[in-house]
């Protein structure tokens, strides 16, 4: 059967995965009476939940006697160490874009990779029946992205679909015919896409997507770049260097059809499959014949901007609420995430009792955290901090960050002036239709921690920011932390709501009445820029005395409730995350009073 191999890339939640559910419904991969959950390709819990794809995944559709496997990559430049190496597999591309809100930075980093490696893109306009589209604008910014991205005369070529991914069609007119459906995508992939190219030679396939199964073991997924294979032949894994890693045979070979993966006899060069029977081979290994000697070239993978430390959970509540608590365990599910995730790094302290975890970006270690709570984890995490480097001259570098700040013109001045506080560069600030401005700053990853509640408090829950790793520059001095302290629990016990009500001048809570509370654990956020200890323990003292007054009731203010994207911006470097799988607390990183001081005295010595 002819085969097509293509990617889907988009900006996160420009409708890429729903365009994916309708391709499947059309084409006939689903029986007429077949239930099938909406956005089918977010299969884990954390993708559905936040509307985002964190994974890569694959499906494949049949259209006029051609299969077409379709990778629908993340559009999240956090989880972009899936990205290149996805990129690798296919031979086209279709950029979905939304039609009011244009390309974003997420969209331009997945092009610029698929630019690139010298795919031709089709570029489709979605959400076109929004009232705010503005799809000819649109264009004409993919056309100069495309062009400031070095594009080649051939991919500034591209062909234009207009259409609407949930109402299920696409047209080459904004305005329709909508009755064809999807058809007129499907038939523009045969016809612009080219077949895979096939390599002379023994079975070779580089490794793309890895994952663990209970029943198969490791199953790696790729594309065949040349022969062929069967169940039981014997392959070897070569390493990035040419070194053999591990011999062995293919216990199964798994085909991608519809949503389903289907056990094959053989699969040939050009299509994209999984393989599994080998214990050692990861992402970016070669598997080959064992007549091959030299290893397939892969995509680099960029290296880790944010490290944070995972701590084995030591608080006075420690293993009450969660059943993995010990440094072994903690351990082996870190270094199990790592293999499959070329981007993360783990790195073991000294100590044996924490753990150095490296990524892209805040959001994807907290997607890890929130993962491995949810699997009855519990841990204590630090601030994220910036992985600095130096070049050969000594020179300490940053990571910089492209953000992209879309916001109502009446909210532009405070953003303006917050970024620049956090050392950003202010380089293009242009109206993006709607009394919208689009500000785009060069700023570093250091100063963004912690800026995203900020913003959304700045401009009234109305400004979108998306940024992207830029490159690495010069140190550029400090950065302003947290203007305000934190209010500390000075005893163990359970939180008291008239204790509460007496400290509401001090500055809001964060904790509500009958919480557990220890020594050492933040309770509120200070008015004023010190620490202060408190005691929330304290009931109302009761005597058989009537006052002349009635009692007067006890109205909280609701709490200010820690999210733990929020918490792990906001806790600073002497400070940790309890998490647990039925809360997030925050704590000092010590708990006794004179150990704090002590830790004060020796960091003003240095």
């Known amino acids: 059967m002819a085969l097509r191999n293509i990617a889907i890339i988009a900006h996160v939640d420009h409708g890429k995965t729903t365009l994916v559910d309708e391709l499947l419904k059309q084409s006939g991969s689903f029986r007429e009476n077949q239930r099938v959950a909406e956005r089918v390709m977010d299969s884990n819990d954390l993708e559905k939940e936040r509307g985002i794809t964190i994974l890569a995944k694959a499906t494949s559709v049949e259209w006029k006697g051609v299969r077409i496997n379709i990778v629908d990559t993340p559009g999240h430049a956090d989880f972009g160490g ?17 039609a009011s809100e244009g390309p974003m930075p997420q969209t331009k980093f997945v092009v ?3 630019l690139k490696v010298g795919l031709r893109p089709i570029v489709a306009i979605n959400k076109i029946d929004r009232p705010d589209g503005r799809h000819e604008e649109v264009i004409n910014e993919v056309f100069d992205l495309f062009a400031n991205l070095d594009a080649t005369d051939e991919q500034l070529d591209f062909p234009i679909l207009y259409g609407s991914g949930r109402d299920g069609w696409m047209n080459v007119n904004p305005e329709g015919p909508k009755d064809q459906g999807l058809a007129p995508l499907l038939d523009l992939v045969l016809k612009h896409v080219p077949e895979p190219t096939v390599e002379e030679g023994p079975f070779r396939m580089i490794g793309t997507i890895l994952e663990a199964n209970p029943f198969l073991g490791r199953i790696i997924t790729g594309r065949i770049a040349s022969g062929s294979i069967k169940p039981n032949q014997a392959v070897k894994v070569l390493g990035q260097d040419g070194k053999l890693i591990e011999t062995g045979r293919i216990s199964k070979i798994l085909a991608f059809r519809g949503i389903e993966r289907t056990a094959i006899d053989e699969a040939h060069a050009g299509d994209i499959v999984a393989i599994a029977g080998l214990s050692k081979g990861t992402v970016a290994d070669t598997f080959c014949d064992p007549a091959v000697s030299e290893a397939m ?8 901007t944010v490290t944070m430390s995972f701590i084995v959970n030591d608080s006075p509540l420690a293993g009450t609420e969660g059943d993995k608590v010990t440094s072994r365990v903690i351990r082996d599910r870190l270094f199990k995430e790592a293999e499959g995730n070329v981007a993360l790094k783990i790195e073991e302290a000294e100590g044996k009792d924490s753990f150095y975890v490296s990524g892209r970006g805040e959001l994807q270690l907290a997607v890890l955290i929130e993962t491995m709570r949810r699997e009855g984890f519990e841990l204590a ?28 013109e009446e909210h532009s001045g405070v953003v303006v002036q917050k970024m620049s506080e956090r050392k950003a560069e202010m380089v293009e600030l242009r109206p993006s239709g709607g009394n919208r401005l689009r500000l785009r700053f060069y700023a570093p990853t250091r100063g963004l921690i912690g800026y995203q509640s900020e913003l959304l408090t700045d401009t009234r829950g109305t400004a979108i920011m998306n940024r992207l790793f830029h490159d690495y520059q010069p140190y550029k001095g400090a950065i302003g932390g947290r203007v305000n302290g934190v209010l500390l629990a ?8 008239y204790a509460m009500f007496n400290l509401e001048d001090r500055g809001p ?18 008015s004023r820029d010190n620490d202060l200890e408190v005691n929330v323990l304290k009931g109302k003292q009761l005597t058989n005395i009537r ?22 911006s906001w806790i600073q470097d002497d400070e940790l995350m309890e998490v647990t799988p039925k809360n997030i607390r925050l704590r000092k990183m010590y708990l006794d009073a004179n150990d704090r001081k002590r830790f004060e005295k020796s960091k003003a010595a240095l």
């Open 82 to 98: 899936e990205v290149e190496r996805i990129l690798s597999m296919v031979d086209g591309a279709i950029v979905l874009v939304d």
């Open 112 to 114: 610029g990779k698929a």
């Open 297 to 304: 070239k892969a995509q680099p993978i960029d290296p880790p």
């Open 381 to 408: 995490v630090s601030r994220p901090r910036v992985v600095m480097h130096k070049d050969e001259s000594g020179q300490l570098l940053e990571p910089i960050e492209e953000v992209v700040v879309d916001v109502d």
């Open 490 to 497: 000075n005893a163990a016990g359970e939180a008291v709501a």
């Open 509 to 526: 809570m964060i904790i509500e009445p009958g919480e557990k509370v220890y020594a050492g654990m933040i309770i509120g956020i200070h």
């Open 547 to 568: 006052a002349a007054g009635k009692d007067e009731a006890v109205k909280l203010t609701p709490p200010i409730r820690m999210t733990l994207d929020r918490a792990l």
